[in-house]
């Protein structure tokens, strides 16, 4: 077993992605009240997000802690909650999502 949840990069990443997540929630109740350019703000927020996240799970592939195993267990079930089709890896899933962003930051310069 690895101890993959005893690594300091480990834990503090997880911290960062909290913080970031609760950011990001908290701006969504304000963001329609938001200028263009905060809202393009919110975006490379979650842009950034996005891509801390795909390097946290692939952490986790690489992993053979069963709490890892567990975790991105849990991360697929969720993502077949928002749109991950059976069969499609994660970064299908991923590609997806910066997709919308890309779209929704087009969409602030119309």
């Not at 609760?22 to 842009?47: A, G, N, T, V, Y």
């Not at 950034?48 to 567990?70: C, G, H, T």
Request: aromatic share 10%; proline share 2%.
């Amino acid at each position: 077993m690895s101890g993959f949840f005893d690594s300091e990069l480990v834990r503090e990443s997880l911290t960062e992605l909290n913080d970031m997540q609760e950011k990001i929630f908290e701006d969504m109740l304000m963001l329609p009240f938001l200028s263009s350019e905060k809202k393009r703000e919110h975006i490379e927020m979650m842009k950034e997000f996005l891509e801390k996240q795909k390097v946290f799970i692939f952490r986790l592939s690489l992993s053979d802690d069963p709490k890892a195993i567990e975790m991105k267990e849990t991360i697929m079930k969720s993502a077949k909650m928002f749109g991950l089709n059976d069969g499609d890896n994660l970064n299908v899933f991923f590609d997806r999502l910066e997709e919308t962003l890309n779209n929704l930051e087009d969409t602030l310069d119309k």
